[in-house]
């Protein structure tokens, strides 16, 4: 049985679009409806025809709607529930996508007294942002973490674990957060790291900008992928997460440290370890799925 019959997404971008089209892939009877508060994006969205509907408010796109899924950057989270609330049904559960997941329950709590909250954070994603972006097979194989508060219904947790699993998703259930403290290091922190040494080689004066961007295949490409990644999103993911990402912040300047520390005292035998632990980890990943072994400096496959 299928676990929702009607969804409504708000926010048509990578995430809001891909979930749309995966519904439509593995559950081609739900009837999916859209909104996006950009009409450029929800006349994009229309010509590229992954919605069944798509309303011209927020309030119209959820009036009939059994599950809600917000997927707009993490600081809309608290506006775009306010503008559902008046006409959000009593028996729909509303959930999101969002990066950091605590600031988005308080928000959504706050917006919605009342509403079924079962919060969501699919791992997933890429660089890119539009509904153009978006595909059906994002999720599969990925990890999505369902953040249920203190006291949900356990049939609406039940429901939107189902929900992530028939897109293909790999589910885990946590508090909201410990997730911010798990993503703060897998995802908040390298993502800062990104944005950092990509804006320092461009401010560099001894080396220019032409050769960073000629020998970058000695690792710095791999870097700007990741700091490609959309503006508003991580900002919002920052500012919404902040305690755990100075957490991490903390403890990564005080290992950066040692490594300095290292290097200044040609403690060899330091940087072997530490890189040979990494090595492990990298191995970990693979044989658990989560990226492919093929070499990638070459980028051919
Ligand atoms: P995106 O491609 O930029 O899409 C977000 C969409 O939401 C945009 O079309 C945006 O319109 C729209 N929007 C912004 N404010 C709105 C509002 N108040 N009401 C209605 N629509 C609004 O971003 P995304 O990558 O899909 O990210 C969406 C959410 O997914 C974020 O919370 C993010 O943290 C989460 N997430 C992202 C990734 C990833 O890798 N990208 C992975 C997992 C989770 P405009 O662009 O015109 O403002």
């Given at each position: 049985m299928l676990p929702f019959a009607r969804v409504t997404i708000i926010g048509l971008g990578l995430i809001g679009s891909s979930v749309a089209r995966a519904v439509r892939a593995t559950m081609p009877t739900v009837r999916v409806t859209g909104y996006d508060g950009d009409a450029d994006v929800r006349a994009r969205a229309d010509a590229l025809d992954f919605l069944d509907d798509i309303a011209d408010t927020a309030g119209v796109a959820v009036i009939d709607a059994d599950l809600v899924i917000l997927c707009v950057p993490v600081g809309a989270m608290g506006a775009v529930g306010a503008e559902i609330a008046a006409d959000l049904p009593a028996d729909a559960i509303v959930s999101d996508v969002g990066s950091s997941k605590e600031t988005i329950l308080n928000a959504l709590t706050a917006a919605l007294p009342g509403a079924t909250i079962i919060p969501a954070h699919p791992v997933a994603g890429t660089e890119n942002s539009g509904?153009?972006?978006?595909?059906?097979?994002?999720?599969?194989?990925r990890w999505c973490i369902v953040t249920p508060p203190e006291g949900a219904d356990p049939t609406a947790v039940e429901r939107v674990i189902a929900f992530w699993k028939r897109l293909g998703a790999n589910v885990e259930t946590m508090d909201a957060k410990h997730h911010d403290l798990v993503l703060a290091v897998t995802s908040h922190l390298p993502h800062l790291i990104a944005y950092t040494i990509v804006g320092t080689a461009s401010d560099?004066?001894?080396?220019?900008r032409s050769e960073v961007i000629k020998f970058?295949?000695?690792?710095?490409r791999d870097f700007t992928r990741i700091a490609a990644s959309d503006p508003t999103m991580w900002r919002d993911v920052f500012l919404s997460n902040k305690d755990a990402v100075l957490e991490m912040l903390q403890r990564f300047s005080e290992d950066l440290t040692a490594l300095q520390r290292a290097i200044r005292w040609g403690d060899g035998d330091q940087l072997f370890d530490l890189f040979t632990r990494t090595r492990a980890i990298r191995r970990s990943i693979i044989e658990q799925g989560q990226d492919d072994a093929a070499p990638d400096f070459g980028r051919s496959h």
């Open positions: 509904p153009e972006a978006g595909f059906a097979t994002l999720f599969n194989g560099m004066e001894e080396v220019t970058s295949a000695g690792g710095f």
